[in-house]
């Protein structure tokens, strides 16, 4: 029976092509950062120079400061900003999301399947259909060239809503809901202590998600903020204004922005992990 189970143990094991396969996927996805890093650690002629060595320069710091200290960039106040959007949009999305997923995915009331249609529906819509009317209404309440517009307008999303939905109806069993309501709790009560905790693996993937997307996001904001008031995505844009672009300092820029994503991924991933797997064991 031992010698069986080592045996099966044995066979479950990931083969050679599994582990050759992960070596590929993570060469392939730290590639662009090596690149950048390349590119970054040297000076404007580094990218057109044909005999272009594959080692890193030593100016990448030099590259860095001059990014940090441009006034037209604006660093600091473009990093802030970019900080505020977006752990203000990923928490009111993560919030909002849960309540119209338990909603949907465990309440009973008139219109529920109509609503949740609608709200989908609108995910077909492209972004840009809605940019003239938004900035009408923007500029209307006054809001252009604040955080504001940036921030009310992706309060909530459809995908977080579906999202929620879609995880609360498999992993959330009926039967805890009606114990809690049982036992007294209102249902504000019942979703704080029933649907939080089995929403939680979701909710964090979905925080994660929101919080890159709205890092990264540069189509809305370059249209609504100014230049004295960016994220950090537009303010990065600025070093692309003149005649003549040096890539060196573009792609330091780039790595700057991307150290903080980095960091994040680094102190919330195993985090992230187990609550991924906690939830799959629970469900």
Not at 117 to 127: E, G, L
């Amino acid at each position: 029976m031992a010698l069986r189970t080592k045996a099966s143990v044995q066979l479950n094991r990931p083969g050679w092509f599994v582990y050759t396969s992960l070596v590929i996927v993570l060469v392939a996805s730290l590639f662009p950062f090596y690149w950048s890093f390349l590119i970054g650690s040297g000076d404007a002629s580094t990218i057109r120079d044909p005999n272009m060595s594959w080692w890193p320069g030593g100016n990448f710091i030099e590259n860095a400061q001059t990014v940090i200290n441009n006034p037209a960039v604006n660093f600091w106040k473009a990093l802030s900003n970019s900080v505020i959007v977006s752990v203000t949009v990923s928490t009111t999305t993560v919030v909002l999301s849960m309540l119209a997923g338990f909603a949907f995915a465990k309440l009973r009331f008139k219109g529920n399947g109509v609503l949740f249609v609608a709200v989908i529906a609108t995910m077909a819509v492209p972004v840009q259909l809605g940019v003239v009317p938004l900035y009408i209404l923007m500029s209307q309440y006054g809001w252009t060239g604040t955080l504001g517009a940036v921030i009310i307008p992706a309060l909530v999303t459809a995908f977080g809503v579906f999202w929620m939905t879609q995880y609360l109806q498999q992993s959330l069993p009926s039967e805890l809901i009606e114990a809690a309501r049982v036992d007294g709790c209102n249902m504000l009560r019942t979703f704080w202590h029933v649907g939080v905790p089995a929403a939680r693996p979701a909710a964090a993937m979905l925080f994660l998600f929101t919080f890159v997307a709205s890092w990264n996001n540069f189509f809305w904001p370059f249209i609504v903020l100014d230049q004295s008031n960016p994220t950090l995505p537009v303010a990065l844009s600025m070093l692309q204004a003149n005649y003549f672009v040096d890539y060196s300092l573009v792609l330091a820029g780039v790595l700057l922005a991307t150290v903080p994503l980095l960091i994040l991924f680094i102190f919330t991933g195993r985090q992230l992990v187990s609550g991924i797997m906690q939830g799959a064991v629970k469900g």
